[in-house]
């Protein structure tokens, strides 16, 4: 794998996990 390819994965990742927080968070909120 590219270290370019890498990177793109993590920073992928990343937002996918904020975005499943902020989810979350929102769930929870209306509970």
Request: glycine share 6%; hydrophobic share 55%; proline share 0%.
């Amino acid at each position: 794998m590219d270290s370019n390819t890498v990177v793109a994965v993590c920073a992928l990742l990343s937002v996918v996990i904020q975005i499943g927080t902020i989810f979350a968070a929102g769930k929870w909120k209306k509970e």
